[in-house]
Protein backbone atom coordinates (compact mmCIF):
# COMPACT_ATOMS: atom_id res chain seq x y z
CA UNK A 1 0.00 0.00 0.00
CA UNK A 2 1.12 3.70 -0.17
CA UNK A 3 1.73 4.19 3.59
CA UNK A 4 1.49 2.04 6.64
CA UNK A 5 -1.79 0.62 7.35
CA UNK A 6 -2.19 0.05 11.33
CA UNK A 7 -5.38 -1.21 12.75
CA UNK A 8 -7.96 -1.12 14.74
CA UNK A 9 -7.29 2.60 15.60
CA UNK A 10 -8.85 2.81 18.49
CA UNK A 11 -9.20 -0.57 20.93
CA UNK A 12 -10.83 -0.39 24.36
CA UNK A 13 -10.90 -3.65 25.88
CA UNK A 14 -11.25 -5.09 29.64
CA UNK A 15 -8.31 -6.14 32.02
CA UNK A 16 -7.32 -9.48 31.63
CA UNK A 17 -8.52 -9.32 27.94
CA UNK A 18 -5.93 -10.53 25.08
CA UNK A 19 -5.77 -7.89 22.00
CA UNK A 20 -4.11 -8.41 18.87
CA UNK A 21 -3.29 -5.34 16.87
CA UNK A 22 -2.38 -5.38 12.95
CA UNK A 23 0.20 -3.70 11.09
CA UNK A 24 0.83 -3.63 7.20
CA UNK A 25 4.20 -2.35 6.12
CA UNK A 26 4.83 -0.76 2.85
CA UNK A 27 4.99 -3.08 0.33
CA UNK A 28 8.54 -3.90 -0.12
CA UNK A 29 10.17 -2.81 3.09
CA UNK A 30 12.34 -5.04 4.60
CA UNK A 31 12.35 -3.35 8.53
CA UNK A 32 9.31 -3.57 10.97
CA UNK A 33 9.63 -2.25 14.02
CA UNK A 34 6.75 -1.78 17.07
CA UNK A 35 6.73 1.08 19.22
CA UNK A 36 4.35 2.24 21.79
CA UNK A 37 3.81 5.24 23.30
CA UNK A 38 2.65 6.31 26.58
CA UNK A 39 0.79 9.63 26.98
CA UNK A 40 3.44 12.44 27.35
CA UNK A 41 6.16 9.77 26.95
CA UNK A 42 8.56 9.10 24.39
CA UNK A 43 8.53 6.44 22.02
CA UNK A 44 9.54 2.88 23.70
CA UNK A 45 10.87 0.16 21.30
CA UNK A 46 9.09 -3.12 21.40
CA UNK A 47 10.24 -5.62 18.63
CA UNK A 48 12.35 -5.44 15.66
CA UNK A 49 11.80 -7.52 12.46
CA UNK A 50 14.15 -7.58 9.69
CA UNK A 51 13.64 -9.97 6.40
CA UNK A 52 13.49 -13.31 7.19
CA UNK A 53 15.99 -12.79 10.23
CA UNK A 54 15.32 -13.78 13.87
CA UNK A 55 13.31 -10.93 15.51
CA UNK A 56 14.72 -8.65 18.10
CA UNK A 57 12.57 -9.22 20.69
CA UNK A 58 14.63 -7.15 23.22
CA UNK A 59 12.05 -4.34 23.59
CA UNK A 60 9.00 -6.19 25.05
CA UNK A 61 8.03 -5.71 28.44
CA UNK A 62 7.09 -8.80 29.47
CA UNK A 63 6.13 -12.46 28.12
CA UNK A 64 2.77 -11.33 27.83
CA UNK A 65 3.90 -9.55 24.95
CA UNK A 66 4.05 -11.19 21.33
CA UNK A 67 4.87 -10.56 17.40
CA UNK A 68 4.90 -12.43 14.50
CA UNK A 69 5.31 -11.32 10.82
CA UNK A 70 4.00 -13.22 8.44
CA UNK A 71 5.02 -13.71 4.76
CA UNK A 72 7.53 -11.00 5.67
CA UNK A 73 4.90 -9.09 5.23
CA UNK A 74 1.54 -8.11 7.67
CA UNK A 75 2.51 -7.92 11.17
CA UNK A 76 0.65 -8.49 14.58
CA UNK A 77 1.37 -7.63 17.65
CA UNK A 78 -0.64 -9.83 20.47
CA UNK A 79 -1.10 -8.79 24.32
CA UNK A 80 -2.70 -11.14 26.56
CA UNK A 81 -4.18 -10.67 30.08
CA UNK A 82 -4.08 -6.46 29.55
CA UNK A 83 -3.02 -4.42 32.14
CA UNK A 84 -3.86 -1.16 32.60
CA UNK A 85 -0.27 -0.02 32.14
CA UNK A 86 -0.75 -1.29 28.88
CA UNK A 87 -2.67 1.45 27.43
CA UNK A 88 -0.92 3.78 25.17
CA UNK A 89 -0.59 4.13 21.58
CA UNK A 90 1.00 1.57 19.63
CA UNK A 91 2.97 2.52 16.71
CA UNK A 92 3.95 0.40 13.80
CA UNK A 93 7.26 1.45 11.33
CA UNK A 94 8.27 0.59 8.18
CA UNK A 95 11.86 1.16 6.05
CA UNK A 96 13.83 -0.32 2.82
CA UNK A 97 16.27 -1.47 5.16
CA UNK A 98 17.76 -1.68 8.66
CA UNK A 99 18.75 2.18 8.40
CA UNK A 100 15.97 3.63 6.79
CA UNK A 101 16.52 5.87 5.23
CA UNK A 102 14.33 7.63 7.53
CA UNK A 103 11.06 4.98 8.51
CA UNK A 104 7.39 5.50 8.16
CA UNK A 105 5.31 5.20 10.63
CA UNK A 106 1.28 3.85 10.52
CA UNK A 107 -1.17 6.24 12.58
CA UNK A 108 -0.85 3.98 15.32
CA UNK A 109 -3.39 1.94 17.44
CA UNK A 110 -4.65 3.52 20.65
CA UNK A 111 -5.39 0.71 23.22
CA UNK A 112 -7.45 1.67 26.14
CA UNK A 113 -7.47 -1.09 29.00
CA UNK A 114 -10.50 -0.11 31.32
CA UNK B 1 23.09 9.36 30.97
CA UNK B 2 20.13 8.70 28.81
CA UNK B 3 20.63 7.96 25.52
CA UNK B 4 18.85 10.34 23.72
CA UNK B 5 18.44 13.56 25.75
CA UNK B 6 16.26 16.48 24.90
CA UNK B 7 14.91 19.71 26.50
CA UNK B 8 11.19 19.02 26.69
CA UNK B 9 10.20 22.70 26.75
CA UNK B 10 7.55 24.16 25.54
CA UNK B 11 9.45 26.39 23.51
CA UNK B 12 7.04 29.57 23.22
CA UNK B 13 7.95 31.34 20.06
CA UNK B 14 6.36 34.84 18.39
CA UNK B 15 5.50 33.39 14.60
CA UNK B 16 8.51 35.22 12.64
CA UNK B 17 11.17 34.39 14.88
CA UNK B 18 14.10 32.28 15.25
CA UNK B 19 14.24 29.00 17.12
CA UNK B 20 16.32 26.76 17.96
CA UNK B 21 16.99 23.12 20.22
CA UNK B 22 19.89 20.80 21.22
CA UNK B 23 19.54 17.24 21.48
CA UNK B 24 22.59 15.39 23.09
CA UNK B 25 23.19 11.55 22.60
CA UNK B 26 25.58 9.43 24.49
CA UNK B 27 26.67 6.54 22.26
CA UNK B 28 29.34 7.70 20.33
CA UNK B 29 29.39 5.65 17.44
CA UNK B 30 26.13 6.36 16.90
CA UNK B 31 25.96 6.45 12.80
CA UNK B 32 22.62 8.30 11.84
CA UNK B 33 20.91 11.61 13.15
CA UNK B 34 17.17 12.76 12.77
CA UNK B 35 14.61 14.55 13.15
CA UNK B 36 11.08 13.86 13.51
CA UNK B 37 8.22 15.68 13.77
CA UNK B 38 4.97 14.72 15.73
CA UNK B 39 1.66 16.58 15.96
CA UNK B 40 -0.46 15.68 17.90
CA UNK B 41 -2.08 12.64 18.62
CA UNK B 42 -0.54 11.84 15.36
CA UNK B 43 2.52 9.72 13.98
CA UNK B 44 5.88 10.91 14.04
CA UNK B 45 6.98 12.03 10.73
CA UNK B 46 10.38 12.20 9.07
CA UNK B 47 11.38 16.09 8.93
CA UNK B 48 14.89 15.72 7.88
CA UNK B 49 17.93 13.41 8.05
CA UNK B 50 21.56 15.07 9.85
CA UNK B 51 24.73 14.71 8.03
CA UNK B 52 28.02 15.30 9.34
CA UNK B 53 27.96 18.26 7.21
CA UNK B 54 25.02 19.87 7.98
CA UNK B 55 21.96 20.32 5.63
CA UNK B 56 19.24 22.38 5.23
CA UNK B 57 15.66 22.17 3.92
CA UNK B 58 14.16 25.40 3.47
CA UNK B 59 13.66 26.93 6.75
CA UNK B 60 15.23 24.49 8.36
CA UNK B 61 18.88 23.60 9.01
CA UNK B 62 20.26 20.70 10.66
CA UNK B 63 23.86 20.20 12.71
CA UNK B 64 25.41 17.60 13.61
CA UNK B 65 28.37 17.81 16.55
CA UNK B 66 30.22 14.50 17.03
CA UNK B 67 33.13 15.89 19.14
CA UNK B 68 30.31 16.95 21.75
CA UNK B 69 27.63 14.46 20.90
CA UNK B 70 25.08 16.70 19.76
CA UNK B 71 22.73 17.71 17.13
CA UNK B 72 20.68 20.95 16.66
CA UNK B 73 17.86 22.29 14.87
CA UNK B 74 17.32 25.16 13.66
CA UNK B 75 14.18 27.10 12.51
CA UNK B 76 13.77 30.33 10.74
CA UNK B 77 10.93 32.89 10.11
CA UNK B 78 8.41 30.42 12.20
CA UNK B 79 5.46 29.51 11.42
CA UNK B 80 2.29 28.82 13.29
CA UNK B 81 1.88 25.50 11.72
CA UNK B 82 5.49 24.41 12.99
CA UNK B 83 3.66 24.31 15.90
CA UNK B 84 4.72 20.67 17.23
CA UNK B 85 6.59 18.26 19.22
CA UNK B 86 10.17 17.59 17.42
CA UNK B 87 11.76 14.66 18.20
CA UNK B 88 15.59 13.92 18.07
CA UNK B 89 16.47 10.15 16.59
CA UNK B 90 19.70 8.95 16.69
CA UNK B 91 20.65 5.00 15.21
CA UNK B 92 23.09 3.54 16.66
CA UNK B 93 25.45 1.23 15.39
CA UNK B 94 25.69 -2.13 17.59
CA UNK B 95 28.36 -4.70 16.46
CA UNK B 96 27.68 -8.49 16.98
CA UNK B 97 24.21 -8.31 15.67
CA UNK B 98 20.99 -6.91 17.39
CA UNK B 99 18.83 -4.68 16.19
CA UNK B 100 19.71 -0.89 15.14
CA UNK B 101 16.71 0.61 15.46
CA UNK B 102 16.13 4.41 15.76
CA UNK B 103 16.50 5.21 19.69
CA UNK B 104 14.02 8.56 20.09
CA UNK B 105 14.39 11.08 22.18
CA UNK B 106 11.22 12.25 24.30
CA UNK B 107 10.97 15.57 22.48
CA UNK B 108 10.87 19.18 22.16
CA UNK B 109 7.20 20.67 22.75
CA UNK B 110 7.84 23.63 20.47
CA UNK B 111 4.45 26.28 20.74
CA UNK B 112 4.40 29.00 17.74
CA UNK B 113 2.36 32.00 19.02
CA UNK B 114 0.35 34.58 16.51
Known amino acids: GAGVSQSPSNKVTEKGKDVELRCDPI?????LYWYRQSLGQGLEFLIY????????KSGLPSDRFSAERTGGSVSTLTIQRTQQEDSAVYLCASSLGRRGPGYTFGSGTRLTVV | RKEVEQDPGPFNVPEGATVAFNCTYS??????FFWYRQDCRKEPKLLMS???SGNEDGRFTAQLNRASQYISLLIRDSKLSDSATYLCVVNPRYSGGGADGLTFGKGTHLIIQP
Open chain 1, 27 to 31: SGHTA
Open chain 2, 50 to 52: VYS
Open chain 1, 49 to 56: FQGNSAPD
Open chain 2, 27 to 32: NSASQS
